[in-house]
Nanobody
Framework: QVQLVESGGGLVQDGDSLRLSCAAS????????MGWFRQAPGKQREWAAG????????YVANSVKGRFTISRDNANNRVYLQMNSLKPEDTAVYYC?????????????????WGQGTQVTVSS
């Protein structure tokens, strides 16, 4: 069982940066691939970034490539999403998710545990 708690969201302006953090409880954190997803009002939840259990490989969606970076600290059971050059279209609730196994996935159904989400609002 893994519990996830996101933090770091807020209201920022176009072009600003934010760093989201996700704290995980439980053991063997490195056995879980992690992902960041986001859901804007009226839209489906979409994958934003993924990272393997070891942290050796990372992946980001084309919509955020070059602006978002995912990383993890397995010693402290945390995963991060660094978001730079934020745009109004990045406004959403951001969720971190854990998947049994070492490989990442962009599909929501492949993840076993979810956090409660943190709101990111980017004003123009």
């Amino acid at each position: 069982q893994v519990q996830l708690v996101e933090s770091g969201g807020g209201l920022v302006q176009d072009g600003d940066s934010l760093r989201l953090s996700c704290a995980a409880s439980g053991r063997a954190f490195s056995n879980y691939a992690m992902g960041w997803f986001r859901q804007a009002p009226g839209k489906q939840r979409e994958w934003a970034a993924g990272i393997t259990g070891s942290g050796g490989s990372t992946y980001v969606a084309n919509s955020v490539k070059g602006r978002f970076t995912i990383s993890r600290d397995n010693a402290n059971n945390r995963v991060y999403l660094q978001m730079n050059s934020l745009k109004p279209e990045d406004t959403a609730v951001y969720y971190c998710a854990a998947r049994n196994g070492f490989t990442w996935s962009p599909r929501t159904n492949d993840y076993n545990y979810w956090g409660q989400g943190t709101q990111v609002t980017v004003s123009s």
